[in-house]
């Protein structure tokens, strides 16, 4: 591939980069001169790709690839606004067909972190990694994890803080162990190391947070004698549905494509009866079509789309997973001229971030700057805004995700007390001196 072309597999961009002698390549935001500047001339046609092709693109203030010095895979950094301070989001481990893909999910992600912090006053801006699963390793072999995570930790040490990383899809509690064995800018630090561990439990009771926000709000009485539908049965979905399970929730229906996850599911939940499972193939959208008061999408974004809204039957859509809007103000209107409350995933599942925010001041027990994002009196806790933003969307007309972008957009504005931008002044030095 003697050009670049958005539509090439993951292996041929590689090959692409190979025979550039590209190991590592990056694109910055010139703010100066509004205009994005690559690291290498071979890579100017994606430059143009990003300004023409990706409406998603933000002026991103960074994105960073390299070629895994050991596994060949394709790893990727991206940074989105860091007004509020160093970029923060998780890192996705995850099958991406096209290199266009690759970078849409990490522009989308990163974007998505950037409102995910503000709307949750973290003291953080945006920030995703992404790795593309390699097509001739065993994603599950120890030793190549081990590898892959090692290198990839070494690329983030590499850029000197303007981003750091934690988990994500796709990324495990010992893969977490592994980064933090090769670099300090990290959070999801294992708690044997001093860090807040794995983040799926809280995360899982904010979504059932937004769920209950969205139900009182259409005078639904909560969660109790409600069915919901879950896409995705990952660690989330089944902290969610425990938490729902505590609140009376009359069925689950938890669906899966890896019998090995809905496996774990009935691990955790043995002979409850409200729970049910089922296996479904790739790109089975039915879950989100079932006639249940709820419909939680915890599996991969775009869900919400032209094919599915039409089909959804639920008043309530409330999920885990990230940017479920393909597009999101136009899928937002499709959704809201149906009359179907979305609950912006940018509220909802940030309890995550929100778990590691924190790890360098320490831990006390039922740690306010955490629990209070989850009771129902904190004027910014998931329950409050979440009803606030339903409630405000009936009244004025907009959709909900536009309420809470407005919100979002107000809080970007205001800079870190000390370190704002600062991630911007970290990639001007990196660029300085190659």
């Known amino acids: 591939m003697s050009q670049f072309n958005p539509n090439a597999t993951i292996d041929d961009f590689l090959s692409f980069l190979k025979e550039n002698g590209i190991a590592r390549a990056w694109w910055v935001f010139d ?37 895994g010095p050991e596994t060949g895979t394709l790893q990727g950094v991206f940074v989105h606004h860091t007004n509020r301070g160093q970029a923060a989001g998780g890192t996705r481990f995850w099958f991406y067909d096209r290199i266009e893909d690759f970078l849409f999910d990490g522009i989308r992600l990163s974007k998505g972190m950037t409102y995910k912090n503000a709307l949750a006053n973290l003291w953080w801006g945006g920030g995703k990694g992404v790795i593309a699963m390699p097509s001739n390793q065993d994603r599950n072999n120890p030793a190549f994890r081990k590898t892959l995570y090692r290198e990839y930790a070494e690329f983030v040490t590499s850029l000197k ?16 162990d592994t980064i933090y064995s090769a670099t300090r800018f990290t959070t999801c630090i294992p708690e044997e190391k001093g860090g807040s561990g794995n983040p799926s439990k809280l995360t899982g009771v904010g979504v059932a947070r937004a769920m209950k926000g969205a139900l009182d709000a259409l005078k639904m009485n909560g969660i109790a004698g409600k069915t919901v539908s879950v896409q995705g049965s990952g660690h989330v979905a089944r902290f969610m549905t425990e938490e729902l ?23 955790m939940f043995g002979p409850e009866p409200r729970v049910e499972y089922r296996l479904i193939e790739n790109g089975d959208m039915s879950p989100l079509f079932e006639n249940a008061d709820v419909v939680s999408p ?5 869900t919400l789309n032209d094919d599915t809204i039409p089909r959804i039957q639920a008043p309530v859509i409330a999920g ?34 929100v778990n590691c925010a924190n790890e360098q001041y320490g831990y006390v027990d039922d740690d306010p700057a955490i629990y209070k994002h989850l009771n129902y009196e904190w004027e910014n806790a998931i329950y409050v805004l979440t009803k606030k933003i339903v409630l ?16 979002t957009q107000k809080k970007m504005q205001e800079a870190h007390p000390i370190w704002g931008n600062r991630s911007r002044e970290i990639i001007r030095s990196l660029i300085e001196d190659k």
Do not use: W
Not at 161 to 176: K, N, R, S
Not at 298 to 302: E, F, L
């Open 392 to 407: 405000d969307s009936q009244i004025s007309g907009m959709t909900t995700y536009e309420q809470a972008l407005h919100l």
């Open 31 to 67: 703010h100066k001169n509004n205009q994005i500047i690559a690291s290498h001339e071979a890579l100017s046609p994606l430059t143009d790709h990003f300004r023409s092709e990706m409406p998603d693109f933000d002026r991103h203030e960074g994105i960073f690839l390299q070629i």
């Open 161 to 176: 803080g303007c981003y750091v990383t934690a988990e994500d899809v796709g990324t495990l509690p010992e893969d977490m």
């Open 245 to 267: 399970l505590k609140k009376g929730v009359k069925k689950v229906l938890l669906h899966d494509i890896f019998q090995s996850s809905l496996d774990s599911a009935k691990a």
């Open 298 to 302: 915890c599996a991969t974004g775009g």
């Open 320 to 353: 885990g997973a990230n940017n479920q809007l393909k597009e999101e103000a136009r899928h937002a209107k499709m959704l809201h001229e149906r009359g179907i409350v979305y609950t912006p995933d940018f509220l909802d599942n940030r309890m995550g971030i």
